[in-house]
């Protein structure tokens, strides 16, 4: 893999983590109500899950698509509709009181990094994007140091980001921000999760 397509893959993939979503929207409320501990488990999820849409368009996604297009159809439908049973949960709990930040040495470790793993394979943005975009970069038939190199920046770019992302908003001032305002806040949140999920879904 040339050094020119190495770094025009890290600039693409870079806009494609800042870029506004779901996942931006779930680290955000996650790290504001429980704090640094619980967004980073939470980015270590939605990071490895997008290792994983790239590890699958090496293994040829975009081909399977080709033959079965009804599958990415199929796979679109599913991903808006569990964004929009996030947004719902979020609307629903949203008078919960607010979580300790410490909850996370305690329990929802797994848990989080599920949420986070699920909500980017959910991501209908990370399987276009890998599925037409990331398979035109990446040479046709690269070495597995290459493909493992290309896995390694892909998930230091994300979880770089969600992380960074996390340590933000789980700071004093943002937290209590988020703590006066939490039913308000996790009603927007999970209208404009559930919103984007309507939007995939039936778009």
């Known amino acids: 893999m040339t050094l020119t397509a190495l770094l025009t893959l890290m600039g693409l993939q870079a806009l494609i983590a800042i870029s506004p979503g779901p996942a931006a929207v779930v680290t955000i409320k996650t790290s504001a109500a429980r704090g640094a501990q619980a967004g980073l488990l939470l980015s270590f999820g939605l990071a490895s899950s997008i290792v994983l849409w790239a590890a699958a368009a090496l293994a040829g996604l975009s081909i399977i698509f080709e033959v079965a297009p009804y599958l990415q159809t199929t796979l679109r439908i599913i991903g808006g509709l569990f964004l929009i049973w996030i947004g719902i949960s979020m609307i629903r709990h949203a008078s919960a009181p607010m979580a300790?930040?410490?909850?996370?040495?305690?329990?929802?470790?797994?848990?989080?990094?599920?949420?986070?793993l699920i909500t980017n394979l959910a991501?209908?943005?990370a399987l276009a994007y890998f599925a037409a975009v990331f398979v035109g970069i990446m040479p046709h038939d690269p070495?597995?140091?290459?493909?493992?190199?290309?896995?390694?920046?892909?998930?230091?770019?994300?979880?770089?980001?969600?992380?960074?992302?996390?340590?933000?908003?789980?700071?004093?001032?943002?937290?209590?921000?988020?703590?006066?305002?939490?039913?308000?806040?996790d009603r927007i949140f999970g209208g404009l999760i559930a919103a984007l999920g309507a939007r995939i879904a039936y778009n």
Do not use: C
């Not at 300790?100 to 986070?116: H, K, M, S, T, Y």
């Not at 290309?150 to 937290?175: Q, T």
């Open 100 to 116: 300790d930040a410490n909850e996370a040495d305690v329990i929802g470790g797994r848990r989080l990094f599920r949420l986070g």
């Open 123 to 125: 991501n209908p943005k």
């Open 143 to 185: 070495t597995p140091a290459a493909a493992a190199a290309v896995l390694a920046v892909i998930f230091m770019i994300e979880f770089g980001w969600y992380a960074l992302l996390s340590l933000l908003f789980s700071r004093p001032s943002p937290r209590r921000a988020y703590q006066r305002g939490k039913t308000h806040l």
